[in-house]
């Protein structure tokens, strides 16, 4: 987007999310938001052809932007790895508002939505192990970023509804899937290490270790499978 386009979508956006929380994602709060921002539903259109579905969108990618700026202000090298995963995923929920966040998986849980939702959920999750250093370049891209997405999605449905104070019953919750993360990781650590096992295993690791993530943005799933011959 060029800069005047993603003033006006940003300014779209604005105005959508009062409407949000009694409209939900819809087109009754889309063309409110376009008379709201003073743009023609003419050109509210052309910015987010899937109206309310694209802003919403929008809505989660600046979520995402927002959580990678406030880890690039903070400093978590004195953490354990699984701690800063926590601290992100954290840092991705706190503040936000709840009802918004509902109207948003309301409308990504219908099956029309379904694939756009995954694909959002996907890049929140690589954006997280982006900002964290991850460097993988075979098929753990792929599982670190399914794993953490299966968390985040758990996480996210949890908190939605937890009432305790600072939504601590949530936190809690995430340590306890991170925790069942790191069982699996050591599981798979185990199955490498035994002899037996590898043999058994040599074939499919040895697919599974061509595998390369996609060759530009997330969206390019599935990848592509490396010949053996990369530098």
Not at 34 to 54: I, Q, Y
Not at 149 to 166: E, N, Q
Request: aromatic share 8%; net charge neutral.
């Amino acid at each position: 987007m060029t800069t005047g386009v993603a003033s006006a979508a940003d300014r779209l956006l604005d105005a959508a999310i009062p409407h949000v929380a009694f409209d939900g994602w819809s087109e009754t709060a889309f063309r409110a938001a376009a008379s709201d921002a003073g743009l023609s539903t003419e050109l509210a259109r052309a910015l987010c052809p899937r109206g309310a579905v694209d802003l919403a969108v929008l809505y989660h990618r600046r979520g995402d932007a927002a959580m990678v700026a406030g880890l690039a202000a903070g400093d978590l090298s004195q953490l354990r790895f699984r701690d800063r995963i926590a601290r992100v995923v954290r840092l991705r929920l706190d503040g936000a508002d709840r009802e918004v966040i509902r109207r948003g998986a309301a409308l990504f849980a219908l099956p029309q939505n379904a694939a756009t939702g995954a694909s959002l959920v996907w890049g929140t999750a690589d954006a997280i192990w982006r900002a964290l250093g991850d460097r993988s370049d075979d098929f753990n891209w792929y599982s670190k970023r399914a794993t953490l997405s299966a968390v985040y999605s758990a996480t996210v449905l949890y908190w939605l509804g937890d009432d305790s104070p600072g939504q601590e019953a949530s936190w809690s919750f995430l340590d306890r899937r991170i925790e069942d993360v790191m069982r699996f990781e050591k599981t798979k650590a185990r199955i490498r290490e035994n002899p037996g096992l590898s043999r058994l295993l040599k074939g499919p690791l040895d697919v599974l270790s061509r595998l390369r993530p996609p060759a530009g943005a997330p969206q390019d799933l599935p990848g592509r499978v490396g010949t053996g011959d990369e530098a």
